[in-house]
């Protein structure tokens, strides 16, 4: 079970938790269960565990390379990059339930590709900033079999997450991981999930501070991809839905458009 992996990923590095930001679909699985109160969440969950971490940490002690060999992680360094990147899965490569991979924020268009931070290889990648930025301390009560993590961990203010999603889900290489990321803008956004207006209230405040740009971006994409209910992106989104519980094409596209409309508000 990956609930399991996920468990051992927080175990491992509890000590150092304060400075970590939970990113992906396991961001995603948080506000699901402790924001909306869902129960019903798959107990087979994605194995990547992606963590975002700031550039420099606030000291050496104790190291992330260090936690995680302790904790029985298995080290792979992959890609073509120098140094290539850290990633380490538990139990081991071949039997995985937990893959974690390190995350920064890129810093210039002609950054390297990764940077070692704490004994870990990173990947540098634009609009990570977002997701740095007042980040939300959430606790969380995770068992499964032996394992169990009771404590805070932090996510990403759930707003800029979704505006980080959508910025970036075109440069996703596999189409697979961008459908899913339309599905979770998508399903954080439903007004049923009653987080449309914290949304909104996350993204208003940054727009006013760091101005229009990228939620113009943002704004753009989605309706070049979701702006009507015919689009090929809509019905991705609908496929991931269990069928008895799957809405129309055009509250999706509705889903979507309000969602412009929040990125296109304010002062520019």
């Known amino acids: 079970m990956r609930i399991r992996g996920f468990v051992h990923v927080l175990r491992a590095l509890e000590p150092r938790l304060a400075e970590i930001v939970l990113a992906g679909g396991w961001a995603w699985?948080?506000?699901?269960?402790?924001?909306?109160?869902?129960?019903?969440?798959?107990?087979?969950?994605?194995?990547?565990?992606?963590?975002?971490?700031?550039?420099?940490?606030s000291s050496t002690e104790p190291r992330l390379d260090e936690m995680l060999a302790a904790a029985d992680f298995e080290l792979e360094m992959e890609g073509e990059e120098r140094p290539p990147v850290s990633k380490y899965s538990w139990p081991s490569t071949e039997a995985s339930e937990a893959v974690v991979e390190f995350l920064t924020p890129a810093r210039a268009s002609g950054d390297a590709a990764t940077l070692e931070i704490n004994?870990?290889?990173?990947?540098?990648?634009?609009?990570?900033?977002?997701?740095?930025?007042?980040?939300?301390s959430i606790q969380v009560d995770e068992r499964a079999e032996d394992e169990r993590f009771a404590g805070s961990l932090r996510v990403p203010n759930i707003g800029l997450f979704v505006l980080q999603k959508v910025l970036t889900f075109r440069r996703r290489r596999e189409r697979g991981k961008r459908d899913k990321d339309l599905f979770y803008i998508f399903d954080?956004?439903?007004?049923?999930?009653?987080?449309?207006?914290?949304?909104?209230n996350d993204i208003l405040p940054w727009?006013?501070?760091?101005?229009?740009?990228?939620?113009?971006?943002?704004?753009?994409l989605?309706?070049?991809?979701?702006g009507s209910p015919e689009a090929d992106a809509i019905g991705r989104v609908l496929?991931?839905?269990?069928?008895?519980?799957?809405?129309?094409?055009?509250?999706?596209?509705?889903?979507?458009?309000?969602?412009?409309r929040v990125l296109r508000s304010g002062a520019d």
């Open 29 to 57: 699985y948080v506000y699901r269960k402790y924001l909306t109160g869902e129960r019903s969440l798959p107990g087979e969950f994605t194995l990547d565990v992606d963590l975002v971490v700031p550039r420099r940490l």
């Open 239 to 260: 496929n991931q839905i269990p069928e008895e519980q799957r809405p129309s094409r055009r509250y999706v596209s509705d889903t979507f458009g309000e969602l412009i």
């Open 207 to 220: 727009k006013a501070k760091r101005g229009p740009d990228w939620t113009r971006q943002a704004a753009r």
């Open 222 to 226: 989605l309706e070049e991809n979701c």
């Open 188 to 200: 954080l956004a439903d007004e049923s999930r009653h987080l449309s207006t914290t949304i909104e």
């Open 119 to 136: 004994g870990v290889v990173a990947q540098q990648l634009r609009f990570l900033d977002l997701l740095l930025d007042d980040p939300v």
